[in-house]
């Protein structure tokens, strides 16, 4: 069974930092593309990046350019997203998602980032 | 980056009733790269459909999709009480990939 099971969310402050994780289980995590998608309290569905098998190309939506990081340690299974200089918009549940075929094929729970003073 | 937009926002139908959910494209979609997806409340999205019509590992053959270009469209042939839910399309047929705003499917 395939789980992708994230962790790191939390209550930040306007300009803050948090490092998301996500780790994988069921799947060939080195095989696979990996990405990050948000979405906002009642609202809907957006990309936030993507990383390559072996992390050598990397792909941010135009809005969280500069200030997220995307990366992976492939014999932890784990995922990453570092988010810096976080902004009130930027509040979301984050998810981990595997990529095939270019689709979200599985999933994790999410974790809720909430960017407030 | 393209643009869908999907309608009807909200669908009131009974159980055991036809679902038609339609999902307009701002540009052609390339090679008809257009997902579905499902979310239920306070749950992760599950994939549906992709490549416009394929459907997913273990999803209902009661879930089909169709279309090209611009317009697609997401059929629900008979509404089961698990199917009461928000969908989403997806296109990845262009970079950034895109979804759309989302329709509800709520029981009538």
């Known amino acids: 069974e395939v789980q992708l099971v994230e962790s790191g969310g939390g209550l930040v402050q306007p300009g803050g930092s948090l490092r998301l994780s996500c780790a994988a289980s069921?799947?060939?995590?080195?095989?696979?593309?990996m990405s990050w998608v948000r979405q906002a309290p009642g609202k809907g569905l957006e990309w936030v990046a993507s990383?390559?098998?072996?992390?050598?190309?990397?792909y941010y939506v135009d809005s969280v350019q500069g200030r997220f990081t995307i990366s992976r340690d492939n014999a932890k299974n784990s995922l990453y997203l570092q988010m810096n200089s976080l902004r009130a918009e930027d509040t979301a549940v984050y998810y981990c998602a595997r990529v095939r075929l270019r689709v979200f094929d599985y999933w994790g729970q999410g974790t809720l980032v909430t960017v407030s003073s | 980056e393209i643009v869908l937009t999907q309608s009807p926002a909200t669908l009131s139908l009974s159980p055991g009733e036809r679902a038609t959910l339609s999902c307009g494209a701002s540009?052609?979609?390339?090679?008809?790269?257009l997902a579905w997806y499902q979310q239920k409340p306070g749950l992760a999205p599950r994939l549906l459909i992709y490549?416009?019509?394929s459907r997913a590992s273990g999803i209902p053959d009661r879930f089909s999709g169709s279309g090209s270009g611009t317009d697609f469209t997401l059929t629900i042939s008979r509404l089961e009480p698990e199917d009461f839910a928000v969908y989403y399309c997806?296109?990845?047929?262009?970079?950034?990939?895109?979804f759309g705003q989302g329709t509800k499917v709520e029981i009538k």
């Open positions: 990383i390559k098998q072996d992390g050598s190309e990397k």
């Open positions: 069921g799947l060939t995590f080195s095989s696979s593309w």
């Open positions: 540009q052609s979609v390339s090679s008809s790269y």
């Open positions: 490549d416009a019509s």
């Open positions: 997806q296109q990845y047929g262009s970079s950034p990939t895109t």
